[in-house]
């Protein structure tokens, strides 16, 4: 079964440097996403992604954030001067293009992100 | 309001036992619905969609009360692998996910 696949598991970072989390959506997927999940809270999405462009984001998506699609496989976050509050859980997620299967979306493994 | 509102419980069930959760949306324009299962430190997996006219999967069965703004989850005859918590979803604009905070399952032997 094809799956959303993200690296790394687990990242840890200091206050003010800069990350970049990789993800490859599933294959013949056209919309991605970011969703971000604090310890102990619920899941909160940042953005969506189609057609090389940003579809949408939260407020939680000021301009430290950006989001790239490189190549035509992956997708990554970059989050350029992370603060200690950005700790947490990232998926990436993908779903494809059709009647029923452009709302189901599929969620990588995550990278949890620690910064000290 | 919250945009979706479930019962954080736990719920503490015996095996065999039936249990329901429920979960409010403030949103009378959205479409579609869906409960996702977490495993802890694992990411959100798709359960099932939720259909208007109610649906079941196996021991699964949600519906749907657009009038109420309400969403149920049944599952029938627990297993100890249904130990999760699980997410009230609603899907919004650009097809972003709306999560709720999750109700957390515990399905004792």
């Known amino acids: 079964e094809p799956e959303v696949t993200q690296t790394p598991s687990h990242q840890v970072t200091q206050m003010g440097q800069e990350v970049i989390l990789r993800c490859v959506p599933i294959s013949n997927h056209l919309y991605f996403y970011w969703y971000r999940q604090i310890l102990g809270q619920k899941v909160e999405f940042l953005v969506s992604?189609?057609?090389?462009?940003?579809?949408?984001k939260s407020e939680i998506f000021d301009d430290q954030f950006s989001v790239e699609r490189p190549d035509g496989s992956n997708f990554t976050l970059k989050i350029r001067s992370t603060k200690l509050e950005d700790s947490a859980m990232y998926f990436c997620?993908?779903?494809?293009?059709?009647?029923?299967?452009?709302?189901?979306?599929?969620f990588g493994p995550g990278t949890r992100l620690l910064v000290l | 309001r919250k945009e979706v509102e479930q019962d954080p419980g736990p719920f503490n069930v015996p095996e065999g036992a039936t249990v329901a959760f429920n979960c409010t949306y403030s949103?009378?324009?959205?479409?579609?619905f869906f409960w996702y299962r977490q495993d802890c430190r694992k990411e959100p997996k798709l359960l099932m969609s939720v259909y208007s006219s109610g649906n079941e999967d196996g021991r699964f069965t949600a519906q749907l009360n657009r009038a109420s703004q309400y969403i149920s989850l049944l599952i029938r005859d627990s297993k100890l692998s249904d130990s999760a918590t699980y997410l009230c979803v609603v899907m919004g604009s650009s097809y972003k996910l709306i999560f709720g905070s999750g109700t957390r399952l515990l399905v004792r032997p």
């Open positions: 997620a993908s779903s494809g293009m059709g009647l029923n299967l452009q709302e189901t979306q599929y």
């Open positions: 949103n009378s324009a959205s479409q579609s």
């Open positions: 992604f189609y057609n090389n462009e940003i579809s949408e």
